[in-house]
């Protein structure tokens, strides 16, 4: 079938000024392209369905290359509306080192890992294929996606199914397995390699062995996507870091949800780790970073716990903090200061740390009549196990805006499915909400650099061929929306408010998304 979207105010995608103009659709892929004046595409043969963007704009599909969904398109019914009604029309997943992939592959440590990463990803439900990358691709080719989606191997589920939460270094047998699992995961397709060494059991890895694990991504031509060690106090330092790493094993770099945490480290920070990029990238290595458009992170509550408190298993240090000795570690642990290592409760308070509730922790904890807010962490984490989502009101907006105006960066959701009726609002709104604050409301930069950081720098980087921009022979992922009308309600006090105003939206040639409901479902899985 071929569409002609006529009249529109068409954003190609590349950052040059819109033109009014013609777009025609033959297939998948856009057959033509152009200004209406002079245009051969302004009378349509017969046959052709005709879309009207008088008034409109005419865009790429949103690519957004930090989505937790590895499971919810699987089992998440909502999965694709959420995503079309923003306009995105590719996504990514397996970021921060955080995938159900391969944890089946080793039944010993499967549940822990599903339940640590619940908050995340969502619930994984028995029966999903991910014992290996190789059976996770096949069943993607299988899905009737509503989406194009792509994947990484995430370093912290390679480890997990190695060998655990262990704190110890991979054995020479052990680096040689997990390098394997990467290996396989390229080999089915996988765009990268994702770290979160932030996060356990990736907190315990050193260089070394992050290079080892690099380098088969590298070798297959992948990116490295990297949740830093620090983005505190040792933001810079944990920046070097990774751009050292990834020089060592010959990989390019791209810096995950690239910001600024705690108080102190604001209007500061972020300069001394863009300064370090900007050095690496003046000497020829390809680093980029991206950033999502809210004041608040959102991660789990085992995020809080001190490196010296933490026990190899989430199981293990809920049985220590059911006991007054463990609760008085923690209490003396948490006030103090720990090199490396983010301490949110002491940089941004307990005020700023909101539950999935919507209160703050301090809020809850008082209401509750707890009298040390640590009584109430320690409690959540005994009785609920390691399924708490939390947000942290860690940044400020002027740091934001320094990193969304940096020409090297993209924009992302980091969208988490597992907050239940609570979720951070980048879920479903951080695509509108970017084009409203940014172009519409201050502004800060004019449409076409906003679509481009949407479109054509994330397909670029991550090597998704076709996608991201509007010429002939490109995939057909197209929009048609009003700037105006287009909103993003969510908030972080009613997160679940869907977006709004897209009118159109179409994947790979087919009308996929009007008037507010999926009218196909056309997405493809994207290999790397």
Same mark, same amino acid.
């Given at each position: 079938m071929a569409i002609l979207i006529r009249s529109g105010r068409v954003y190609d995608g590349s950052g040059r000024p819109p033109f009014s103009g013609d777009v025609l659709i033959e297939g998948e892929r856009i057959a033509a392209i152009g200004p209406q004046t002079g245009s051969q595409l302004a009378a349509? #043969?017969?046959?052709?369905?005709?879309?009207?963007?008088?008034?409109r704009v005419v865009c790429p599909g949103f690519v957004d290359t930090h989505r937790h969904a590895d499971a919810a398109v699987f089992s998440a019914p909502e999965f694709g509306e959420t995503e079309l009604a923003q306009g995105i029309t590719t996504t990514v997943v397996g970021n921060c080192g955080i995938a159900p992939v391969p944890a089946a592959a080793n039944p010993r440590w499967r549940e822990d890992w599903y339940r /640590?990463?619940?908050?995340?990803? %969502?619930?994984?439900?028995?029966?999903?294929? $991910?014992? +290996?990358?190789?059976? /996770?691709?096949?069943?993607?080719?299988?899905?009737?996606?509503p989406i194009?989606?792509?994947? &990484?191997?995430?370093?912290? #589920? =390679?480890?997990?199914? =190695?060998?655990? $939460? !262990?704190?110890? #270094?991979?054995?020479?047998?052990?680096l040689a397995q997990a390098a394997a699992h990467i290996g396989e995961a390229m080999d089915a397709g996988a765009l990268g390699l994702s770290f979160g060494i932030m996060y356990q059991p990736e907190c315990y890895s050193r260089r070394e062995e992050l290079i080892a694990l690099a380098r088969p991504a590298a070798k297959a031509g992948g990116i490295l996507c990297t949740h830093i060690r620090g983005e505190g106090d +040792?933001?810079?330092?944990s920046v070097q870091e990774m751009i050292d790493v990834a020089e060592s094993a010959g990989i390019p770099l791209n810096i995950?949800?690239?910001?600024?945490?705690?108080?102190?480290?604001?209007?500061? #920070?972020?300069f001394q780790a863009i300064a370090r990029i900007e050095a690496a990238r003046a000497r020829g290595q390809a680093v980029t970073a991206d950033f999502y458009p809210y004041d608040g992170g959102s991660t789990t509550l &085992? +995020?809080?716990?001190?490196?010296?408190i933490r026990e190899e298993t989430p199981a293990a240090l809920a049985g220590k903090l059911a006991g007054s000795t463990g609760r008085e570690a923690l209490r003396r642990s948490i006030s103090g200061e720990h090199p490396g290592w983010d301490n949110m409760a002491a940089s941004i308070g307990w005020d700023r740390v909101l539950l999935s509730s919507g209160q703050s922790i301090k809020t809850a904890a008082?209401?509750?009549? /707890? !009298?040390d807010p640590v009584d109430l962490l320690c409690d959540l984490l005994v009785n609920e196990g390691y399924r708490t989502g939390i947000i942290l009101l860690s940044m400020a907006q002027e740091d934001i805006d320094t990193v969304a105006n940096l020409p090297w960066t993209a924009l992302i959701s980091d969208a988490l499915y597992g907050g239940g009726e609570n979720p951070h609002p980048r879920l479903h709104g951080a695509f509108p909400k970017f084009l409203r604050d940014y172009v519409q409301e201050r502004p800060l930069m004019p449409l076409e650099r906003a679509i481009q950081k949407m479109t054509s720098i994330p397909a670029e980087r991550f090597g998704i061929a076709g996608r991201g921009r509007l010429e002939p022979g490109a995939?057909?992922?197209?929009? =048609? $929306?009003?700037?105006?009308?287009?909103?993003?309600?969510?908030? /972080?006090?009613?997160?679940?408010?869907?977006? !709004?105003?897209?009118?159109?939206?179409?994947?790979?040639?087919?009308?996929?998304?009007?008037? %507010? !409901?999926?009218?196909a479902r056309a997405g493809k899985p994207v290999w790397g």
């Open positions: 349509p #043969a017969s046959g052709v369905a005709l879309i009207d963007a008088r008034g /640590y990463i619940e908050p995340v990803i %969502g619930t994984v439900h028995e029966g999903l294929p $991910f014992e +290996s990358y190789t059976a /996770y691709a096949a069943a993607l080719e299988k899905l009737p996606l194009n989606l792509g994947f &990484l191997a995430g370093a912290g #589920a =390679v480890k997990t199914a =190695v060998r655990g $939460f !262990a704190r110890t #270094a991979f054995s020479p047998e052990e +040792s933001l810079p330092d995950s949800h690239f910001k600024a945490t705690g108080i102190r480290n604001w209007r500061s #920070a972020i &085992l +995020s809080l716990i001190p490196p010296d008082a209401g509750a009549g /707890y !009298a995939f057909a992922d197209v929009l =048609v $929306f009003d700037p105006a009308s287009f909103t993003g309600p969510a908030g /972080y006090a009613h997160p679940r408010e869907r977006a !709004a105003g897209m009118d159109t939206v179409l994947v790979n040639g087919n009308i996929a998304w009007e008037d %507010g !409901a999926i009218c």
